[in-house]
């Protein structure tokens, strides 16, 4: 698990480990929803994974658990496995799927469950967690995100300012 923790000036001692602040309880009085913000950041992580299997297949040892909550709007999976897992359910993509199709509200995937195949739909919205064991990497999700989180066009690149020594700052670029 991957956690960065940056110490506000004035705090003397770094938030719990899998927390950052403001994530454990909303941020009193903000009008930025970050905890919206920061899940539809990470969902966009399992569209990303996704999106490469689909055009690469699954490389190495890396197989996943995904998990999520089977009454969510938009999930599709058959009747009997809708009432065998009324609540939440977690799929492994690892050796035998199939048509798999991911787009910029959720995935497609051909399963086999006791031997039947079964075609799901999962919004991202629906995740609750998606594990990778074969390199210990795990998200774990709040119910109801937004759905959409396929990444924006990035606007053209501002200047860096000195944001301080208590601050990273971020600049991400995705290969085009």
Known sequence: M???FINPPG??????PGTCMGMTEPIADSLIPYDEIVQDALR????????RVEAEGLPGQHHFYIAFN???PGVSIPKRLSERYPDEMTIVI???????SVDDLGFTIGLSFNQVPAKLR????????????AV????????????AVAPEPEPDPEPQQDLGENVVAFDFKRKK
């Open 136 to 147: 210990n990497f795990a998200l774990q999700f709040q119910a109801g995100g937004e759905g």
């Open 94 to 100: 690892q050796h035998q799927y199939w048509d798999l």
């Open 70 to 72: 089977t009454k969510a």
């Open 44 to 51: 966009s992580v399992v569209w990303r994974v996704l999106k």
């Open 2 to 4: 991957y956690v960065l």
């Open 11 to 16: 705090l003397t001692r770094p938030h719990p």
């Open 122 to 133: 999962v919004p991202y919205a629906a995740l609750t967690g998606f594990v990778d064991p």
